[in-house]
């Protein structure tokens, strides 16, 4: 028996999914990354935006379509969308045969044995319970791993409405981060992303105290990781002891993934957020100040409820000024069920877009500068392959985080280039915001 997964969304999912994989390999059956040639379907699917339901819906629909056509036996939903929609989700999802939320992925094999004699199983737990320590098959990649040190979020953001499909911020006990750290590394993992919904947070609800600050150097001890990098940190949490770990620490990559959304105070106030716009900007002057190098990524709303035009030129302005080398920004999405879905003042969607287009034009020429201002620069590249149309090696620096930023590339003799292997690469050129450059050896002209 066969037994495909196919993951959509964020990280969080992506471990999740990853989870349920061990769990059914654990259980006897054949697994696949894929619906191709399986007997069962496994959709692991994201519930943040409506964006990403209607994936999900069309993944089921699909999937469907091969069930009828004889192709496929089985489909099972699970994840945040089947989360979310828990009450609803038969009637939603009528070509499905089983579902799981978010907190009942470790019970996939008996859902899945369950679907297979046909009782429709659901399977729902206690979205504020312990996170579950389940072992995982990566399938990102070789070389890297999501690290997930806690589940679910307590900040309430007024957009937001993951408290409620994921529950309340609940932080994974160090020793069990720093045993899975110690296995990602023998497994030959290089690159460890420390991922949560706030990982500032860590450790507040286990220990008192917010103690990431104190994770981070047992992280970086581990032999074998080359790398760690952080995702995601809120703005108010960044304590001066933190900056110092990142400072000091040469494992952790000087790269901040902090999304702010705003910088206008009455909106921040109005998105629930904590802190001010002239908070955030000293903040990011601090960390620029005592991170040499430091490479920032955020995301941010545009459009959101009240935003007017002097808010939206006043976060222009921010971006021309602190030139944040890696920007997100998405037009506000009224996610039912959350507190500004139900705000007055919604902004027209033909202005959404129109401020989207704007930043994202303004940041293509701040990453355009700073790609000028890496030219000459030597730079440490993670091999991850090799493009036979560009004849170019490819990888990651410490500027790009994988999926969201962009990538290196760069010259090297075929066949002495070793994916999951670190380069010096010296930046030549840069094409359509990503660097381009050749292997540089320390008796190379500077």
Known sequence: MKVGFISLGCAKNQVNCEQMIWKTYEAGYEVALGAEDCDVAVVNTCGFLQEAREEALAEIDALAQAKAQGKLQKILVTGCMAQWWKDEIQARCPQADGFVGVSGYEDIAQVIAQALEDQHPAHFGDIDAPVPETDRVVCTSDYWAWLRIAEGC?????????????????????????????????????????????????????????????????????????????????????????????????????????????????????????????????????????????????????????????????????????RIQRAGVFPFSPEEGSAAATYPDQVDEDVKRRRVELITELQLAVVDDWCESMMGQVVEVLCEGYDDETELYYGRSYADSPGIDGLVHFEGEEGGVRPGAFYQVKITSNYDGELIGILYEEDDEP
């Open 154 to 322: 307590d900040n309430r953001c007024a957009y937001c409405i993951i408290p409620f499909i994921r529950g309340k911020f609940r932080s994974r006990p160090e020793e069990a981060i720093l045993a899975e750290a110690q296995d990602l590394a023998q497994a030959g993992m290089q690159e460890l992303i420390v991922v949560a919904q706030d990982i500032t947070r860590y450790g507040l609800d286990l220990y008192g105290a917010r103690t990431l600050a104190k994770l981070l150097p047992k992280l970086c001890a581990i032999e074998g990781i080359h790398w760690v990098r952080l995702h995601y940190l809120y703005p108010d949490e960044i304590t001066d002891e933190l900056i110092d770990v990142i400072a000091n620490e040469p494992k952790i990559v000087k790269y901040l993934d902090i999304p702010i959304q705003h910088i206008s105070d009455h909106l921040l106030k109005s998105m629930h957020r904590r802190g001010t716009g002239e908070e955030i900007r000293a903040l990011f002057r601090k960390l620029r100040e005592r991170i040499p190098g430091l490479v920032l990524r955020t995301s941010l709303i545009a459009g959101f409820p009240g935003e007017t035009e002097e808010d939206f030129e006043e976060l222009c302005t921010f971006l021309r000024e602190f």
